[in-house]
């Protein structure tokens, strides 16, 4: 029986051109008979550092032998093959080529979690693992039973590496029957793991069920086209870079122009050079940006549409401040690893202070702490499930998978709904401030604070007190040669907040401590304050 959000699913799939059969591996390798068919000497990949590139019939052949390669192992539905490497050309057709085989792609951020891979590595029980040499990893191999290859070096028709492996087509095997029970869509399609240090990092488990048709609604929601060439330099060991970047290009016969890592120096050098028309970002790297002394204005960049901003919220004026000096429209997304992008928009579509309209067939909904929807305007949290009785999963240190949450699951963020249904963020549930029983935004604070010329960041957290149980306190950076005082900066805010909601007291600081993936961290502000 079709149900209404696999019928809303369907609506979904036709919309954003994803029409293909089922919603598994097959779709994908839809996507790439489509693109191989349409323009097969067209780049799907361009590595920005030193030009070499793959085009869309080179990446379904690769993808097709790689999947041969692996059915002749025994390596299918649900048996992990395990990646351990960084942005590369290699790395992608990996990605895309265990997909395409239906198998599960077990990505780990290598410098991130190495200190965690005596875990990881039993947990995920691998049939293969890949590896890029000069990270140090050979002597990890002992860790599991699956055999270990070096990743190597792709070129056309062959390579070194796996990809020698993969010059000679292995024999098809026989066609497995298919039965009512055996969905391909529900089969798990990627695990990659949270970025933990201190703390052990999450497996998260996605099935192709999850992962595909949210790339093909994440490419409509930011207006993506097969004209496109959008540059990405974040890590594709993780669910952002991985389903906006990777997949949802692949879904249009986009281009991916990809680096290595961030480099401010090469940041609009890459731009021009490549002509990409969208650019990823999130609020650090536009900080690092403003921070430097590019004279780049967006009539020098033709091509380029909007650089996107995710991770985290984008202060309005930090946004503003932005556009103002380059010239550059900026799009903000949203998203979460459990569950995908869950928003977005384009340089057209946007609104400051948004992170864009809900992608529709995720169904999100802001509802209070009972579950009930809140109106238009009203904060509360932020709740998604558009997939049925779907679970979310990660897995577990023994291997064994644990559900998170079934049906609808919360993402830990804070916002509302404004009356035209654009999603606003107002902070994550464990930022709140409660002062008196009434819950404050940090970010709300922090707004006013950027309002003042002489700061460079702000954030805004709750100490511990004794009438209120918390009170607000604001830490920010100066630019460099500005001299304001703290109270100076209090009576900025007590001019534009409210007295309850208003800083009671300011705190200086050099920087603002970050995550590894560059957000701010407002609990090592606490943890210093106590």
């Known amino acids: 029986m079709t149900t209404p959000d696999d019928a809303k699913l369907e609506d979904l799939r036709r919309d954003t051109g994803a029409a293909a059969p089922g919603r598994g591996p097959e779709l ?68 895309v080529g265990v997909l395409a085989a239906g198998a599960t792609i077990c990505t780990v951020h290598v410098e991130m979690n190495r200190s965690h891979f005596g875990a990881i590595l039993p947990a995920l029980a691998p049939r293969l693992v890949l590896y890029e040499e000069g ?54 399609a990627v695990i990659f793991f949270t970025s933990g240090t201190s703390a052990r990092p999450k497996g998260v488990v996605l099935t192709y069920r999850e992962l595909l048709p ?55 050098a890459d731009i021009a050079r490549y002509e990409a028309t969208v650019a990823t970002g999130n609020p650090t790297v536009l900080g690092m940006l403003l921070q430097g002394d590019d004279a780049v204005r967006g009539a020098d960049l033709p091509h380029l549409r909007f650089i996107t901003s995710s991770s985290a919220p984008l202060l309005v004026e930090e946004w503003r401040r932005f556009e103002q000096r380059f010239g550059i429209p900026v799009a903000q997304g949203y998203g979460s690893s459990e569950t995908g992008w869950i928003a977005g928009c384009t340089d057209k579509t946007k609104r400051y202070g948004s992170v864009g309209e809900p992608l529709p067939y995720l169904c999100l909904s802001v509802v209070d702490r009972e579950g009930r929807a809140l109106a238009p305007g009203e904060i509360g949290h932020v709740e998604v499930g558009g997939l049925g009785a779907n679970a979310y ?24 709904l404004d009356a035209d249904g654009y999603l606003h963020l107002t902070g994550r549930e464990k930022d709140l401030i409660i002062r008196g029983g009434v819950n404050i935004s940090p970010l709300e604070i922090d707004n006013v604070l950027l309002e003042l010329p002489g700061i460079a960041e702000a954030a805004t957290i709750g100490v511990p007190d004794k009438i209120y149980g918390e009170e607000v306190v604001s830490v920010v950076v100066l630019k460099p040669g500005e001299a304001l005082a703290a109270a100076d900066i209090l009576a900025f805010c007590a001019a534009r907040i409210p007295a309850f909601k208003a800083p009671k007291q300011i705190v200086f600081r050099t920087g603002l401590p970050k995550t590894e993936r560059g957000k701010l961290d407002r609990k090592v502000l606490v943890e210093e304050w106590r």
């Open 214 to 268: 949210n790339a093909a609604a994440t490419a409509e929601a930011f207006g993506l086209g097969p004209d496109d060439r959008l540059y990405d330099y974040r890590s594709f060991n993780w669910a952002s870079a991985q389903i906006l970047s990777a997949l949802a290009t692949l879904s249009v016969g986009a281009t991916l122009l990809l680096g290595r890592k961030f480099s401010r120096s090469r940041f609009f």
């Open 28 to 95: 994908l390798r839809a996507w790439l008979a489509r693109a191989a068919a349409a323009h097969p000497e067209k780049p799907y990949l361009v590595c920005v550092e030193d030009g070499r590139a793959i085009g869309y019939a080179e990446l379904a052949r690769t993808a097709a032998r790689i999947a041969a390669h692996l059915a002749a192992r025994g390596i299918g539905a649900n048996s992990r093959v395990v990646l351990l490497a960084n942005n590369s050309l290699e790395h992608l057709a990996v990605y």
């Open 393 to 416: 999963r990660y897995i577990d240190e023994d291997g064994r998978m644990r559900v998170n949450a079934t049906g609808r699951v919360r993402t830990g963020d804070m916002g509302f």
């Open 135 to 188: 990270l140090g990893l050979e002597a990890l191999a002992g860790q599991t039973s699956a055999p270990w290859r070096p990743l190597g070096r792709w070129e056309r028709g062959g390579g070194v590496g796996f990809f020698a492996d993969l010059a000679a087509p292995d024999p098809a095997p026989a066609a497995r029957a298919q039965s009512a029970e055996d969905d391909a869509a529900a089969r798990d």
